[in-house]
């Protein structure tokens, strides 16, 4: 257990069993420290570090990728492990170790009453300086010209901007990825993602009632580029506020096509679990070699997508 501050508070937080929870390529346990290929990009050789003990050079929390250059504390890879917020990745480890800073072998967590205001939408002005429409980027990855034009994503120098919105069109977040490697970041105060349907507002302007699910928004991205309204969770989790959006929507048909990988089979289950009786299910299942939607259109095309729905096998139950 190590000390690190979270929101101006101290907490006592187990950072080497938090990272244990994550499949790691080549990882070498120390004393000290994680060592493994960086989750930030393809790596061959170990170049990534975070320390779970404080050193005399580092902090408990501490990482870094020497190919990249990505560095920072716990809280920012965290969120980029679940996938999320920084401010989500924060308030789960203050949910989960409470104010900490006591002994580790008595932890009292006191139930605190939180005052929570009501969430706004971001300013349209967050995109004023993106250069909004194709790119050679999400071109390259086999994104339409005119799907990108409609969903409004852009660059910002060598980032790719992506907007999330609400049902009503308002911003309700900007997902900003480096075109360079795998690493991502969201605008700060932005709406919490587990709370957030990517694609929403095109499901509303198109009263679209079948609907491709995939992870990321770049697959999403994909389905559209075959002509599928495609949405996205944003990660490998989904939230009961996921849940809501969906079925509260014009959607009546969701096509669950998820990666090809072991996170991806636990998102299927757990769509199907809190999706079953409110829309018609049915899962489609990515070609085998291919990871997801997007590799699978920039390997095969359109028309190999188009195959995948094709072939998704239909829920049987009684929907309500």
């Known amino acids: ?11 006592d937080v187990d950072i080497r069993e938090e990272l244990e929870q994550y ?14 290929a960086s989750p930030f990009r393809d790596d061959r050789t170990p170049s990534f570090y975070v320390y779970y003990e404080d050193t005399p050079t580092a902090k408990a929390g501490y990482f870094g990728d020497s190919g990249t250059g990505e560095r920072g504390g716990f809280i920012k890879l965290l969120a980029f492990l679940r996938e999320e917020t920084e401010e989500e990745a924060a308030f789960y480890l203050a949910e989960t170790y409470g104010t900490g800073g006591g002994d580790a072998r008595l932890k009292l967590r006191i139930p605190r009453l939180k005052i929570v205001e009501p ?21 390259s990855r086999g994104i339409s010209e005119d799907v990108q034009r409609e969903a ?53 302007a198109q009263r679209a009632k079948v609907a ?15 002509g599928f309204c495609g949405i996205a969770t944003g990660g490998s989790k989904f939230s009961a506020e996921k849940a809501d959006i969906i079925t509260q929507s014009p959607i009546e048909y969701l096509i669950v096509i998820t990666d090809n990988d072991s996170a991806g089979a636990q998102l299927r289950k757990e769509v199907e679990l809190k999706m079953r009786c409110k829309v018609r299910l049915a899962h489609g299942y990515i070609t085998e070699g291919f990871k997801d939607a997007n590799e699978l259109v ?19 139950g009684l929907r309500v």
């Open 119 to 139: 969430r706004r939408p971001l300013a349209e002005a967050l995109m004023a300086d993106v250069k909004i429409g194709p790119n050679g980027y999400l071109t």
């Open 212 to 226: 491709v699910l995939s992870e990321a928004e770049i697959d999403a991205l994909s389905w559209r580029t075959a």
């Open 152 to 204: 409004g994503v852009g660059l910002d120098g060598q980032t790719a901007v992506i907007p999330w919105r609400l049902p009503n069109n308002r911003l309700a977040n900007v997902k900003y990825r480096s075109t360079r490697n795998k690493a991502f970041w969201y605008a700060k105060g932005g709406w919490p993602i587990r709370g957030l349907i990517y694609g929403v507002d095109v499901v509303y």
């Open 1 to 11: 257990m190590s000390i690190i501050t979270i929101n101006g508070v101290p907490t």
């Open 23 to 36: 499949e790691w390529d080549r990882p070498t346990w120390h004393a000290d420290r994680l060592t493994a």
């Open 298 to 316: 920039m390997a095969e095309g359109e028309n190999a997508l188009k195959r995948v729905v094709d072939r998704a096998e239909v829920v049987k």
